[in-house]
Structures are given as C-alpha cells and as structure tokens.
C-alpha cells in the first residue's frame, strides 16, 4: 500500500521560512520522480516543485529562487525548503509521485499559512 505522509506545514509570518517533509512507502522511491503541488481557496491544484530520480529540479516560476526541492532516498523523503514566503504561498500543500497515465500518487496535504 503506497503512503505519502507531509508534515511541516503551519502559520508563518511573510517573510519567513518552513520546511515540508513527505515520508514515502510502499514504492521504489528511488527510481521515482517526486513532487510538490499546492492548492490554494479557489484555485486549481498547481505545481511547485519537481525532483527526477536523477535528482533534477523543476520549479514553478512563482518559487524560483525562494523555495528548494531535495530528496534522500536513504530514507525516502522529499523534502520543501521555503523560503521568503509570500501571503500567496498560502495552500495545501500536497506529496505528489508522478505515475502518468498509471495515475499519480497523492499525500493528504498539509496546510501552509503565511500572514501576519
């Protein structure tokens, strides 16, 4: 049974910093893309971040330069640095394995607040 569990999430001032974590099991998470999306109050589920098994790095252009995507497969984690965030980074926050016309694998979210 595959579970993607995030945690981390919270209520940050603007201009301040959170780290999110998703633990991964039930798949070969090394040979595994991984992702962040994120869905804020009525908007459509985007993505934030993308991690090839390669351990190359795709960004939306909205966090470029703030937020950093890493993995470890020692411990199957993905991991969500942010950083200088914004009231609009405000969303659930989601663990995502990109599986295509197999069907990706979602965490349940993790909610991240930005205000002051």
């Known amino acids: 049974q595959v579970q993607l569990v995030e945690s981390g999430g919270g209520l940050v001032q603007p201009g301040g910093s959170l780290r999110l974590s998703c633990a991964a099991s039930?798949?070969?998470?090394?040979?595994?893309?991984m992702a962040w999306y994120r869905q804020a109050p009525g908007k459509q589920r985007e993505l934030v971040a993308r991690i090839a098994s390669g351990y190359t790095t795709n960004y939306a252009e909205s966090v470029t330069g703030r937020f950093t995507i890493s993995r470890d497969n020692a411990k199957s984690m993905v991991y969500l640095q942010m950083d200088s965030l914004k009231p609009e980074d405000t969303a659930v926050y989601y663990c995502?394995?990109?599986?295509?016309?197999?069907?990706?694998?979602w965490g349940q979210g993790t909610q991240v607040t930005i205000s002051s």
């Open positions: 995502n394995v990109p599986r295509g016309r197999a069907g990706d694998y």
């Open positions: 039930g798949i070969m998470f090394s040979i595994n893309a």
